[in-house]
């Protein structure tokens, strides 16, 4: 999801203050809001259907409009994957731009205690699951994976985990 640094434009989004600089979090400093919670936040909206167990844990399905926002921590791993039209997206984290294109099928993941700014130009249409970082190391020891896991976060190489999820 590598490109351009140009942000995209949006003719809703004229005149607005500039991107907030969202940055990783730290998690011994701020409490992380619960996946679904923050997913609703943000979305402003109710997901179509969920199914989440004690934990948090669980899967979503979204059907939301254009967003531009940024997604604060949370307390799980969002893998999202993408069922609407074509279009392009942009991701700001700090300095780090991402700026890519949503298609049926793409994957997307947001890091557990990760802060990022979306700006999605067109409705949406996600199934998200929340993956709580125990199961994310239980997994991969079932596995046999005796290396930290990786997150792709959108690129064609592997890059290590949030430092929150260790």
């Known amino acids: 999801m590598t490109g351009s640094t140009a942000p995209m434009r949006n ?23 619960a996946a679904d919670l923050e997913m609703a936040r943000v979305l402003r909206t ?20 254009p967003l531009h926002d940024v997604v604060e921590p949370m307390s799980h791993h969002v893998i999202m994957a993408y069922n609407g039209v074509m279009q392009r997206m942009e991701r700001r984290s700090g300095k780090s731009v991402s700026i890519g294109t949503f298609r049926p099928g793409v994957v997307i993941i947001i890091p557990e205690g990760s802060s990022s700014r979306w700006d999605i130009p067109k409705p949406v249409d996600v199934v998200q699951l929340y993956l709580p970082n125990a199961t994310l190391k239980r997994v991969a020891g079932e596995a046999g994976s005796q290396e930290r896991p990786t997150c792709w976060s959108g690129r064609r190489t592997p890059t290590p985990l949030h430092p929150g999820c260790s």
């Open 46 to 65: 109710e997901p179509t259907r969920m199914a989440l167990d004690a934990s948090g844990a669980g899967i979503a399905y979204w059907k939301h409009d």
């Open 11 to 33: 003719p809703s989004s004229r005149g607005q203050p500039p991107l907030p600089g969202a940055q990783p979090v730290d998690i011994a400093t701020t409490e992380r809001r």
